[in-house]
């Protein structure tokens, strides 16, 4: 990924766009420094609403826990004296990043909004139904009052059970 300069933030919101969303967790296990960066370059263009963008890392491609994973990730902005207004978790098949162990799963995202909501107010999910029925089932409702974010790639409105 690379920097989005002032220059286009400003752009984008003389244009009308309202928020930007930026990657601040890679799924490689490390924070996002170049999505830290256009969090700045964001605010400086113009941008008052930020979201941030978390892509967990899971055992045992990584060793720190969901707990250790969302820390690393708010010292960080903390360190950069930033503030996210909502974060999206990324649940996802792609990558092969999630296991066949459905309450492995259940219980990494439940450590994972456990431990955002110490930090922020706002957390949401992002997903998509095939994705959100292999990773955790369709009859898990832990995250049902969380936000959903899901992509629309044939216009076709849909509903997820259990959020």
Known sequence: MEN????????????????????IYRSKGEVDFDGLQNII?????GFEEIHGYFFPC??????????KQMEETFAALEDNELEIDKLWLDIQVHGGNWGDDKDHNRAFIKELIVEAEKRIEKVGIYTQNDSWKNIVGLDWNFAKNKYLWYPRFNRTPVSLPGL
Request: hydrophobic share 40%; charged share 25%; with cysteine.
């Open 58 to 67: 899971l055992k045992p491609k990584c060793r720190q826990s969901a707990a």
């Open 4 to 23: 989005v300069s002032i220059t286009d933030f400003e752009c984008l919101a003389n244009d009308g766009n309202e928020f930007f969303i930026a990657r």
């Open 41 to 45: 370059n964001a605010q400086l263009g």
